[in-house]
């Protein structure tokens, strides 16, 4: 229960009261500041609580927005001012302030507004909502007050709260043919308790039973699979669209939805890959190609994530390029032509399903590959123009962000161990890419089972160490962390493809998803604020180069009917490894009142 304290007695026929009760507020009444820092004081401390002027007038969900959202320690809106239990030291500071030296004082007008000034000019930062159209306001008279009533009979706030809990940016897909709909079910969850994690839940079993449809290879499962697979995708929307409605934000909540979006997507391309086996007349091994999406969307993604962290923060953040990008957004016609042009997870999952409905699995996955490699030339391309033409100064945080995504292991660290006398080996992402494309060309150039692949690992460990001597700051260093996945997954594929022996490519398959879990797991713990993952898992599972060369030894070394059982053994020990310390650390993230967030879905 949180406590709201109201600075005197509503004005008759004020539904304020109410409102506050509705919010799940416990409403005390204060006869002036004194009594106010009392009945504050006597809230239990793990409490939020809220002051709020008793004149106020204005829509309840404005009142929700400034009260209720968890994902500010202190909010205010005119009239009322929230703290969270981290920062009830601040507003009591303030409420004594506001009090005066003389012990108190006769008049409690304008109080809230006192306390989230004096608040902001503190060391608290006091979160402003964007009200819109909605009306909070502290009429001066009853004839501001009857405007003030007017104005809020005349803007309808469950409508606001509808049309707000879509976000602003999303993609044409999800705007006009999820969204419209996809609103409504979500305040239908709202009005019967479920919870934003429920319906992710509900949205990944969905996914998983796709997947299962996928599975049979036969034309009503591949009808079934598409279907069910979009009604997942508008349960992935819902789940968002509640947490907005709601406010129901929460760290576990936005690491479930995050990470059961690539779940959905990985194991609905496995059922693929197991339903071309099983189809009729022999049955079509697509397990490379389901491997090789999987490999280019998780690239795709890292790029994305490490461009971001790379200038999210960076000083005289500006260049032509993003000028450019600016305007174009101005022109309504090119906003959705270059949102689509990227293919986001509203159009690729579309795409998908009616590819697997109509078509086979071999062309869904095919046409998935052109369209997913067609957008991330087309981001790549943007990005690095931006950054070639951006007069930036990067952060030690970006760079400390940039050196935990490149994922470097014991061996590889131990060659970037030798800053003071290779200092001049430069640029990094030169060293990435000669180390990583060296060696999945050797792998595609030599037969299976070559120990120069396993030299060719050798090098890559030694380029990958190297390549973090300094400091990740310059402008193109954030392709590090790319090159790095690139080259990793993609020898685990090359081999798994050459060993040309049954369970090799789902032993991949398996492998490389693992591997990427810790990469996004990295990634959401990165953006969540709690920084990368310790370091003593990185070094169990052994790094980005040191997992490399494990499988580049057991191609080399393993009689072939073997590989498939290295790699399932690996697989199963990193996926057991990083998912119980995943699972232990945001579960205590959770239970420890991490801030709470919410993942706005992945970049366009």
């Known amino acids: 229960m949180s406590t709201a304290i109201l600075t005197g007695q509503p004005v008759p026929g004020s539904p304020l009261e109410g409102d506050l009760r509705s919010l799940g507020f416990d409403v005390r009444v204060a006869s002036d500041a004194a009594d106010a820092a009392a009945l504050l004081a006597a809230v239990p401390g793990d409490q939020r609580v809220a002051v709020v002027d008793a004149r106020f007038v204005g829509h309840v969900h404005a009142l929700r927005l400034a009260l209720t959202d968890p994902r500010f320690a202190a909010a205010a809106v005119p009239g009322a001012v929230t703290a969270k239990p981290e920062a009830r030291a601040e507003l009591t500071r303030a409420l004594r302030a506001g009090a005066g030296n003389t012990g108190g004082v006769t008049t409690l007008d304008a109080l809230p507004d006192s306390i989230a000034s004096a608040m902001e000019s503190g060391a608290t930062d006091v979160h402003r909502p964007e009200l819109g159209t909605l009306v909070a306001t502290v009429p001066s008279d009853p004839q501001t007050r009857n405007e003030a009533r007017q104005a809020v009979a005349a803007v309808d706030d469950e409508a606001v709260r509808l049309r707000t ?91 479930l939805d995050a990470t059961f979006d690539r779940a959905k997507e990985y194991a609905y391309y496995a059922g693929l890959a197991l339903g071309a086996a099983n189809a009729g007349g022999g049955g079509d091994d697509v397990w490379a190609l389901a491997l090789g999406a999987m490999v280019l969307q998780t690239c795709r993604h890292v790029v994305d994530f490490s461009f971001n962290e790379a200038n999210h923060d960076a000083t005289a ?29 509203g159009e690729r999952w579309a795409m998908i399903a009616v590819l697997t409905a109509l078509t086979t699995p071999r062309i869904t996955l095919v046409v998935l590959l052109v369209g997913c490699a067609l957008a991330a030339c087309y981001t790549t391309a943007g990005r690095v123009l931006r950054s070639l033409t951006r007069k930036a100064t990067r952060t030690d945080r970006a ?182 310390e995943s699972i232990r650390f945001w579960v205590a993230a959770e239970k420890q009142g991490a801030p709470a967030v919410h993942d706005e879905g992945e970049p366009a």
Request: glycine share 8%.
């Open 165 to 255: 809990a879509v976000k602003s940016r999303d993609g044409f897909f999800t705007t006009y043919c999820i969204s419209p709909y996809s609103r409504y079910i979500a305040r239908w969850c709202a009005r019967r308790g479920l919870t934003p994690n429920q319906v992710t839940t509900a949205s990944l079993l969905t996914a998983l039973i796709a997947a299962g449809c996928a599975a049979t290879g036969t034309r009503g499962g591949f009808v079934a699979a598409g279907l069910l697979l979009l009604f997942s995708f508008v349960l992935d929307c819902t789940d968002g669209q509640l947490a907005r409605y709601s406010l129901q934000y929460s760290t576990l909540g936005a690491w």
């Open 399 to 580: 760079a400390a962000a940039l050196a935990d995504l490149a994922d470097n292991g014991p061996l590889a660290s131990a060659f970037s161990a030798l800053r003071p006398r290779v200092t001049w080996l430069r640029p990094a992402p030169v060293l990435a890419f000669v180390g990583g494309a060296g060696l999945v060309g050797t792998a595609l150039a030599n037969p299976y089972g070559s120990p120069v692949v396993v030299a060719a690992a050798a090098l890559y460990i030694a380029l990958s160490g190297l390549a973090l001597i300094m400091p990740l700051k310059a402008p193109l260093d954030w392709l590090v962390p790319p090159f790095f996945r690139a080259a990793e997954y993609c020898t685990i594929l090359v081999l798994a493809a050459k060993a040309e022996v049954n369970g090799a490519l789902p032993a991949a398959f398996g492998l490389v998803a693992a591997v990427a879990y810790h990469h996004y797991d990295t990634v959401y713990r990165i953006k969540g604020g709690a920084g990368a993952p310790p370091r003593w898992l990185v070094r169990a599972i052994g790094g980005q180069e040191s997992r490399t060369l494990v499988v580049a030894l057991a191609a080399a070394l393993l009689p072939t009917t073997d590989f498939p059982v290295a790699l399932t053994a690996l697989a199963v020990a990193v996926a057991l490894v990083v998912l119980v």
């Open 317 to 345: 953040n500006t260049s032509p390029t993003a000028a450019l990008s600016d305007k174009l957004d101005s022109v309504g016609w090119t906003v959705w032509v270059r949102r689509m042009i990227v293919l986001p997870i």
